[in-house]
Structures are given as structure tokens and as C-alpha cells.
């Protein structure tokens, strides 16, 4: 076999196509309740994270001024 200028790998890789095989892998095996339910409720702690995450963390981003009276006081010195 002439040895080409390519590393292992890629020969290896590259000769591999005459290797493969027209053997099918066997199949999955059905899927059950107990695993559905499984996905289910983890797919469902994911998003209750999530918006968990919105509830508490879009009232500390905003940028209103709820409790602050510094614009007022400063508005009223200029004023006087």
C-alpha cells in the first residue's frame, strides 16, 4: 500500500468507507411511561426555572425610579 502524505487518522478515516457494513443496528426498544414521565417533569423543572428566574430577576433590571426622591429634592432646590 503507498503510504500517502496524511496523518494516521485521516487515512484511516478516509480508507474507511470500504469497511462499513449493510448490517442494520437492532432497535430501540419502546420507549415507557415511567421514562416519559421522567422527561416530562425534568422539561418541566427547566421551564420553571426559567421563568422563576424572569419573576425575580426583571424587577431588579428595572431602571424606574420607585423609592428614590433624589430627582425631586434636586428639582425643588433648583426651584427655590
Do not use: H, I, W, Y
Not at 34 to 60: D, S
Amino acid at each position: 500500500m503507498p503510504r500517502r502524505g496524511e496523518s494516521v487518522p485521516f487515512a484511516f478515516v478516509a480508507e474507511a468507507e470500504s469497511f462499513r457494513s449493510n448490517v442494520a443496528p437492532p432497535p430501540r426498544p419502546p420507549v415507557g411511561a415511567g421514562q416519559r414521565l421522567r422527561t416530562a417533569l425534568g422539561a418541566l423543572g427547566v421551564v420553571a426555572g426559567l421563568v422563576g428566574a424572569l419573576v425575580l430577576g426583571v424587577p431588579a433590571l428595572d431602571a424606574g425610579e420607585k423609592g428614590g426622591t433624589a430627582g425631586t429634592q434636586q428639582e425643588a432646590a433648583r426651584g427655590r
